[in-house]
């Protein structure tokens, strides 16, 4: 009897470690001071970690259950403070590592992140939205599928990976740092991949 209680012990911190996974009840993933939800549906949030900063970023594990593009609604959950780095503060700096997992039964041959501050609207370069605008290197972009990459900020805030493909059932990882310099208490992060035309 005495031997199960370690296997038990094991057990019991797995479950919590998977319920400090959990989204809360109103279907947001948190990590760090911001929230992250699949409610406009299309894609399913299955797990998250990680605080937003450059040493621990947000990893958002994600599956995509077709080749249609998705939006992430990401809300800050704590008071804004703009670039204020101490404290537990929505600063408007996300380091992100998002991992998209292809369920959609196609081969995606690129894939596209566009930020945007009111849905369905471009997000203008003047609005402080954007995949870090201030810098021009790629030290905080890259993707373990794809080879290049290219930023646009005009009319819209977008990044595109391409040169690379990701097989059904296959797994992408892609990192890019997302910068709100006047942060909103809301905003939208579309993903689209791309797929071969018949």
Known sequence: MP????????????????????????????AGPYSYSDEMGGFAIVAISGTGSAQD????????????????????ER?????????????????????AINNSGLPWLEFEFELQEVRGEPSIFGDGL????????????????????SRDYEPFDRLLYR???VDPGETARFDFLIT???????????????????
């Open 130 to 149: 954007s995949f870090d605008q201030r810098r021009t290197d790629s030290v905080n972009i890259s993707s373990d599928r794809f080879e290049e990459f």
């Open 57 to 76: 970023p947000v990893v958002l594990t994600q599956e995509f259950f077709s080749a249609s593009p998705v939006t992430v609604v990401i809300r800050a």
């Open 163 to 165: 040169n690379g493909t």
């Open 180 to 198: 709100d310099f006047t942060p909103r208490w809301q905003f939208f992060l579309v993903q689209d991949p791309t797929v071969p035309f018949s």
């Open 79 to 99: 008071p804004i403070r703009p670039q204020h780095m101490e404290g537990d503060f929505a600063n408007g700096i996300i380091y992100i590592r998002t991992e």
């Open 3 to 30: 031997r199960m209680w370690p296997a038990l012990l094991i057990s019991m911190i797995a479950l919590a470690g998977q319920a400090s996974q959990a989204a809360d009840d109103l279907g947001r993933w948190h």
